[in-house]
């Protein structure tokens, strides 16, 4: 294992100290979320975009995937529709599907210092 981390461009990175512009994390130029998300063109973007890959690797008829966004009091308000043959599929046995899709399009909006709401809309 520890021929992984013995790479040349590892070890180059750690001795020389010097950062190369080009690899920097656009996130740390930035500086905190508050005023990433005043420059963002939609707030969201990583919640919607979690919610649409999962639901659409869950539906049989992807072609029927359709994710709105929305203000809410705290956050993003994502509504998910789905096609009424695919319902069952998204939100599962007891609703434990839809209660684990919400679960990580919170992250995902975490991600980027905000919170989304999920709605499963007939």
Do not use: C, N, W, Y
Not at 30 to 57: F, I, N, Y
């Amino acid at each position: 294992m520890s021929d992984l981390f013995s790479q040349p461009e590892f070890e180059a990175s750690a001795d020389d100290g010097e950062g190369d512009a080009s690899v920097d994390s656009p996130l740390e130029e930035e500086g905190p979320a508050e005023d990433r998300q005043a420059g963002d063109t939609m707030s969201g973007g990583a919640a919607k975009a979690v919610l649409e890959h999962v639901s659409s690797a869950l539906v049989d008829d992807t072609e029927a995937v359709v994710v709105e966004v929305g203000e809410a009091r705290q956050g993003v308000k994502l509504s998910l529709h789905v096609s009424s043959t695919d319902m069952g599929r998204v939100i599962g046995r007891r609703g434990r599907t839809a209660q684990a899709i919400r679960t990580l399009v919170r992250a995902a909006a975490a991600s980027e210092g905000t919170d989304a709401i999920v709605d499963i809309v007939d």
